[in-house]
């Protein structure tokens, strides 16, 4: 069936309107596609909800989405973590309200049903009336299934789906040398900040791994920076590429000299980093740890984007959560370094403010991006979104992917191909 076919017809299911070369612009604001998304794509495969570190303490929490669906993460006081479906077993309230924090149980505000950490019901008021009639036992808030991978939680409803570790595959690797980034440290959640953009969660999908915007879109954060920086940044004609991982992963490496941050740490320290190279120095640190934590400070050389819903992007977290058709949440991460010196994190923190910050001078440059795709895509009736670049000029990677140069679209293109089979479901 032809492209020209298949965009005319109005029987056309949301699998059949991704093709191997592009996509049609109706996956970005069809109401009833958006509904089949969170059906068929994020309640049927693992999805990312929280890092350890973020609910590291005894009654420490985190709120999240899976889709539409609210839940909590939490650690009880065996240390247990749990994901939970916020929503009372009663009436139906979510009983936590909070983006994180520490509580010792949750508590529906309406009717006032209390759960422990763990989500078993512990108490209800005037419990005389559900005598006989309610097994307190059998109403404990829902858990869901999930598994860890360094540190990252993962959560699903699907009983049956394969291991975390099986779906992750090819990202493992990278996921891996990303963790590598703490400085000698293990890595830390430093803060969240969260924004909307009135666009399609796929749009920012897309550009976790698209280089070939980066001299265009960030030309204001190119011109904050010294030379030597700007150097550091001029990648498209370099040695990097996308690979596909597989399930839906790819990874974007653009600057291939920081793809393993525990490699080259004899090199001399740049000029950019030697003030904060001299303020490791008066806390107390090693020639050695100095070195490492200036390799680590600006993060790793690449992009991971692990479908669907989290990028781990250079030297932050980026969380998507899809609000309707045309609105999507994204939460920018900063991570640094548990334990170690402050003035790493400080320095991490500048960097992240710097460019992911909402005053920095990425962040607002993409969102920007992001929201004229989406004006765009609702110009005439016909239309699709090409991600071809690159296909012509594929190779076989070192681990026996399919990889293009970096400013192939050979992510989008493997990000596509696990949303067709799933929607095909």
């Known amino acids: 069936m032809s492209a020209d076919v298949i965009a005319k017809s ?96 949750f ?16 108490a209800l008021p005037k419990p005389e009336e559900y005598e006989g009639i309610l097994d307190k036992s059998k109403y404990s808030l829902e858990s869901l299934r999930f598994e860890t991978y360094q540190g990252m939680i993962f959560a699903t409803f699907k009983d049956d789906i394969e291991p975390l570790e099986d779906f992750l ?3 493992k690797k990278w996921i891996d040398l990303f963790m590598k980034q703490g400085g000698g440290y293990p890595v830390q959640v430093l803060g969240t900040h969260r924004f909307r953009f009135p666009g399609n969660w796929k749009i920012q999908l897309e550009n976790t791994t698209d280089a070939y915007h980066f001299p265009i879109v960030h030309k204001s954060f190119i011109s904050s920076v010294d030379e030597a ?16 991982l597989g399930n839906g992963h790819s990874v974007m490496l653009m600057i291939p000299e920081l793809k393993d941050l525990d490699e080259a740490l004899d090199d001399p320290i740049p000029d950019r980093f030697k003030e904060f190279a001299e303020s490791l120095k008066e806390e107390g640190c090693s ?6 934590m200036v390799k680590a400070v600006g993060g790793c050389g690449f992009n991971l984007n692990l479908f669907p819903n989290i990028a781990c992007s250079m030297a932050f977290f980026r969380n998507l959560v899809p609000i309707g058709p045309a609105e999507t949440e994204i939460h920018h991460i900063a991570i640094g370094g548990q334990g170690a010196p402050a003035a790493y994190n400080q320095e991490r923190m500048r960097l992240h403010e710097h ?14 991006a992001w929201e004229r795709v989406q004006a765009g895509s609702m110009a005439g ?19 026996g992917n399919v990889q293009g140069a970096v400013c192939s679209e050979t992510g989008m293109r493997a990000a596509y191909q696990q949303y067709k089979k799933q929607m095909s479901i």
């Not at 508590?107 to 512990?122: A, F, K």
Request: hydrophobic share 30%.
């Open 169 to 171: 595959g090819g990202a």
């Open 355 to 368: 460019f992911q910050g909402p005053m920095g001078f990425g962040t607002p440059d993409d969102g920007e």
């Open 107 to 122: 508590t529906c505000p309406y009717h006032g049903w209390g759960y422990s950490l763990d989500g078993e019901l512990r």
């Open 381 to 399: 009736t016909d239309g699709w979104i090409m991600v071809n670049r690159g296909m012509s000029k594929l190779r076989t990677s070192e681990d």
């Open 229 to 244: 920086t700007q150097e550091v940044f001029d990648f498209l004609d370099g040695e990097g590429f996308v690979e596909d």
């Open 287 to 292: 020639e050695e740890e100095i070195k490492r």
């Open 10 to 105: 109005t029987k056309t299911s949301a699998a059949d309107l991704v093709l191997e070369d592009r996509v049609h612009k109706s996956l970005y604001s069809d109401p009833e596609i958006f509904e089949e998304e969170l059906d068929k794509v994020f309640n049927n495969t693992w999805v990312w909800v929280a890092h350890e570190s973020e609910i590291a303490e005894v009654g420490s929490y985190k709120t999240a989405k899976i889709g539409r669906q609210p839940v909590i993460i939490s650690r009880d006081r065996k240390k247990n973590i749990h994901v939970l479906l916020n929503r009372c077993r009663h009436r139906g309230a979510t009983v936590c309200e909070g983006n994180h924090g520490k509580t010792k149980a």
